[in-house]
T-cell receptor, first 114, second 113 residues
Framework: AQTVTQSQPEMSVQEAETVTLSCTYD???????LFWYKQPPSRQMILVIR??????QNATENRFSVNFQKAAKSFSLKISDSQLGDAAMYFC???????????FGKGITLSVRP | DTGVSQDPRHKITKRGQNVTFRCDPI?????LYWYRQTLGQGPEFLTY????????KSRLLSDRFSAERPKGSFSTLEIQRTEQGDSAMYLC???????????FGSGTQLSVL
């Protein structure tokens, strides 16, 4: 069974600084997708970034980028130039892609200090 | 594009009562998913539909839970004889047949007293 582990329950970052959120996963599949979702107080899950396992190049979306280490089964999210609106829970997630059923980690609460 | 809509936003019920939640996916999204999220945890998969067919059910979905998507559009999730352990947020998500991106609703928060 696939598992996703987020070992840090909370992190804090100063506004305009950079922060990295960690995630590891376990799978026996060779082809899969990895995601980071943001859940603000409104509760709606918002896709931040996704990575296809077959792609060696790390995905980037504006201030958000990932460090995907397939051999180590590691998938960290870097947020640059942190903004107050980045404060939320962040979930790492995995799917095989065949049916897009997502397996989520426990999440991490990110706070941004003004 | 009105997004994925869930109703109600909040539901408070007494133990033993039945409750039903509704999810309206984005139009043309043929796949619809239900997840459950408890406090301090990530969402857990419950079940999913492709059009009106329920293709997979998690072991989390006990006999007291039933989900339907009768015409391949909206879906309902019913919980019979609710228990305090059913208290959670129930999330619905949908996606296009060829897309990997899931669009989530804002969820229904269930509190069982």
């Amino acid at each position: 069974a696939q598992t996703v582990t987020q070992s840090q329950p909370e992190m804090s970052v100063q506004e305009a600084e950079t922060v990295t959120l960690s995630c590891t996963y376990d799978t026996s599949e060779s082809d899969y997708y990895l995601f980071w979702y943001k859940q603000p107080p409104s509760r709606q899950m918002i896709l931040v970034i996704r990575q296809e396992a077959y792609k060696q190049q790390n995905a980037t979306e504006n201030r958000f980028s990932v460090n995907f280490q397939k051999a180590a089964k590691s998938f960290s999210l870097k947020i640059s130039d942190s903004q107050l609106g980045d404060a939320a829970m962040y979930f790492c997630a995995y799917s095989t892609g065949a049916n897009s059923k997502l397996t989520f980690g426990k999440g991490i609460t990110l706070s941004v200090r003004p | 594009d009105t997004g994925v809509s869930q109703d109600p936003r909040h539901k408070i019920t007494k133990r033993g009562q039945n409750v039903t939640f509704r999810c309206d996916p984005i139009s043309e999204h043929n796949r619809l998913y239900w997840y459950r999220q408890t406090l301090g945890q990530g969402p857990e998969f419950l079940t999913y539909f492709q059009n009106e067919a329920q293709l997979e059910k998690s072991r989390l979905l006990s006999d007291r839970f039933s989900a339907e998507r009768p015409k391949g559009s909206f879906s309902t999730l019913e919980i019979q004889r609710t228990e305090q352990g059913d208290s959670a947020m129930y999330l619905c998500a949908s996606r296009l047949p060829w897309g990997e991106k899931l669009f989530f609703g804002s969820g229904t928060q269930l509190s069982v007293l």
